[in-house]
């Protein structure tokens, strides 16, 4: 579970909240909107059904709360063992380069400070898991005043001549709409929703976690110079850090007098840094660390265009978040209003705001395109993590080197793709993980010019044509269908395999020069160049041995067994 999968569930609560308490509303009408017996009936009755929601709703989400607070734990856990292991990396990379600045720490204090470690974050997520009950309790606290508040006002509204019952209730709820389920104050008093407070609170402590994990290694290896990334888009809080040598005092144990033990150099001392502002909430800036003698020195300095630059994306990017936060209000207007002329309006509204939002992101590409570099980083980094569970090692080896070979970007057209060109990987921002593997597979296939050179195509056209020999003048798809009805995906019309076959499903797209489309395909122009069918056929079979599922590799076998045992001789014999 991410940290947007959490926000995501408190705003699904938040939703159902609100429109369980417009039901009630909507369900008893009072008809003659002037008579106040009429309304003092209805009050009674919401009353009550008030009472029936409370109750209802804290046995609801009682269980929903304690299911996504012990998630919680999971994340900032694993953003710790992250930041554990891209440090290790990082480190034995500047090792390699020749980086001797460092003092192992023996062994026997190992153990100690990686226990001093866990209990510093247990103490990190306890405290988190404890802020997210209170604002839990909170929200469901609010919704019940909000509740009572528009039952009270109903009537009130009536009476000043809203007109219609459903034009009252607009009225009673329209700060409610407007707002969401505001229920956390926050120091400087400004009031905020429940996923807005789950996203700063869980990005924060897994920053904290991932910084801490981070140090840990650092100081495994008695490493403490750290250097904050000067970036495109820094906070205005962090900028007078960019750039900048400091001694990691709070997570990586440097010395309080901020002398680096290698070069005997005095540097700032991150906990002054943070002090002074850097690492606020929602921050996005992060530091690595720092190989004095190693890493290029710092260039702090922003020109006077750079820094209006960043002036200026700032700006666009708080404008860019109040639309899009007036077009979730009027969304929530227009979905939970009663009046239907109040729905038209708020349509309205919403379709302004998304045009300003359009352009604004217009407007703001670049912006975006460096917010998207970071999704792609991050992409990346979980990528060659999840190398570590690949079980072929020599799957394994091939594509960790190739990985150190590329460079990721990303991709402006609709799909992920390796340039042949600059040897970069274009990545869709919802490119999954198997797809990251299928374009290094491309990588690895220009490396070792491997199709280049003939290879696979003896063996897929033989296997094609025992594939037609054996479909016997019947249709390939309906063959494939009778034999492995569990490669195919129940829930779509037609002939469509479920995900995991994709590889195969675009494998025999370009066998069949276009002719049988299980879902997952390529174009028909692209198969008509020479050489393609068997570029894409090896970096699908690369696709399907980093994913390494047993189902895909027997069928795939059966279906194509020359290709297959082809692709595994190549494989050993690049990797001799
Ligand atoms: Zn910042
Ligand atoms: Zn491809």
Redesign the pocket.
């Known amino acids: 579970m991410r940290d947007y999968d959490i926000e995501d569930a408190f705003a699904a609560i938040e939703e159902e909240l609100i429109a369980s308490m417009l039901r009630n509303m909507k369900r008893h009408h009072v008809e003659e909107i002037a008579e106040d017996k009429q309304w003092a009936m209805w009050q009674a009755m919401q009353l009550e059904s008030l009472e029936r929601y409370k109750k209802a709703n804290q046995k609801k989400f009682g269980s929903r709360f304690s299911d996504i607070n012990s998630r919680i734990g999971e994340v900032i856990r694993e953003a710790s063992k992250h930041g554990y292991m891209d440090q290790e990396t990082e480190i034995l990379k500047a090792v390699q380069s020749g980086f001797l600045g460092y003092r192992r720490m023996p062994d026997t204090m190992q153990a100690e400070f990686f226990k001093l470690n866990e209990r510093k974050l247990e103490t990190l997520i306890r405290a988190v898991e404890h802020d997210m009950e209170k604002a839990e309790t909170a929200i469901l606290r609010r919704a019940d005043d909000q509740y009572r508040k528009a039952i009270f006002n109903a009537q009130v509204y009536a009476n000043t001549g809203a007109g219609t019952y459903e034009k009252a209730v607009d009225m009673a709820t329209r700060d409610m709409l407007s707002a969401g389920l505001k229920c956390v104050v926050y120091a400087n008093g400004a009031m905020h929703t429940l996923q807005d407070y789950a996203d700063m609170a869980l990005r924060t402590a897994s920053k904290r976690a991932y910084l801490q994990g981070e140090g840990l290694k650092r100081q495994e290896w008695g490493i403490t110079t750290v250097i904050v990334n000067k970036r495109g888009n ?2 205005p ?2 900028l007078p850090f960019c750039g900048k040598i400091l001694i990691d005092d709070v997570w990586s144990g440097g010395s309080k007098d901020g002398i680096s033990p290698v070069t005997g150099l005095k540097y700032p001392l991150i906990s002054s840094a943070i002090s002074a502002g ?3 909430p929602r ?3 992060s530091h690595t660390t720092y190989f004095e003698g190693i890493s290029t020195p710092p260039d702090s300095k922003y020109t006077r265009k750079e820094l209006d630059q960043i002036a200026e994306d700032y700006r666009n990017e708080q404008k860019i978040q109040h639309a899009k936060q007036q077009v979730d209000k009027y969304d929530r207007l227009v979905k939970h209003s009663l009046d239907e002329e109040d729905k038209r309006r708020y349509r309205g509204k919403a379709i302004e705001w998304r045009k300003v939002l359009k352009k604004l992101t217009d407007k703001n590409f670049s912006l975006l395109l460096k917010g998207m570099d970071n999704t792609i980083k991050e992409r990346s980094k979980e990528f060659y993590r999840s190398l570590l569970n690949v079980e072929d090692d020599d799957i394994y080896q091939l594509l960790q080197q190739s990985y150190k070979r590329v460079q990721f970007k990303a991709s402006k057209k609709r799909r992920s793709y390796f340039s042949q060109k600059d040897g970069v990987v274009y990545l869709v921002e919802k490119a999954d993980q198997s797809t990251i593997a299928h374009e290094l597979f491309h990588e690895i296939d220009r490396t070792y010019g491997i199709t280049k050179s003939g290879m696979l195509k003896k063996e897929l056209s033989s296997d094609y044509a025992r594939l037609q020999s054996m479909s016997d003048g019947k249709f390939i798809q309906d063959v494939l269908y009778s034999k492995y009805p569990d490669m195919f995906d129940e829930s779509v019309e037609g002939f469509v395999v479920k995900q995991e076959y994709r590889g195969i499903s675009d494998i025999i797209h370009g066998l069949t020069g276009g002719k049988v489309n299980l879902g997952y395909r390529h174009s028909m122009e692209y198969w008509r160049i020479p050489g393609n069918l068997q570029k894409e056929a090896w970096a699908q079979y690369g696709r399907m041995y980093y994913s390494g599922d047993e189902r895909v590799l027997s069928v795939l076998m059966e279906l194509l067994p020359e290709t297959t045992r082809e692709f595994e001789r190549i494989i050993k014999a690049v990797m001799k």
């Open positions: 820094p906070c809080k962090c850097l690492y606020h921050c996005k800036d």
